[in-house]
């Protein structure tokens, strides 16, 4: 009974993320591949001394010319003396 239980709960989660994912596919999103930002993410993260995989999205805002939202304090806070501080903004900012 108890498995019963379960597998109804894990039925529901499923279906509630395959909705979701459903949803999300309506959205009109953009994907762009790392392998083409991966010099300017591996030259910015050598230079701050911070992840790559945080640097990939800086490196996206800049080639886009945009500014990248973040969250990640200490990631903002190492970069505000840099040339990058146009292309973030910080989340409480927006």
């Known amino acids: ?10 039925k529901i989660r499923l279906n509630n993320v ?5 949803d ?7 994907v762009y591949l790392s392998q083409p930002l991966m010099p300017l993410a591996l ?3 050598f230079q701050k001394d ?5 640097c990939l999205y800086l490196a996206l805002a800049i ?3 945009c500014q990248m939202v973040t969250a990640d304090e200490k990631f903002y806070n ?3 003396t840099s040339n990058y501080t146009n292309n973030l903004l910080w989340v409480e900012n927006i």
Do not use: C, H, W
């Open 18 to 22: 395959k909705q979701t994912l459903a």
């Open 63 to 65: 080639t886009e010319q």
């Open 78 to 80: 190492a970069l505000q």
């Open 43 to 45: 030259e910015i993260a």
């Open 50 to 54: 911070r992840a790559v995989y945080d």
């Open 1 to 10: 009974m108890f498995f019963g239980k379960e597998s109804v709960v894990v």
């Open 24 to 30: 999300l596919n309506t959205i009109p999103l953009e």
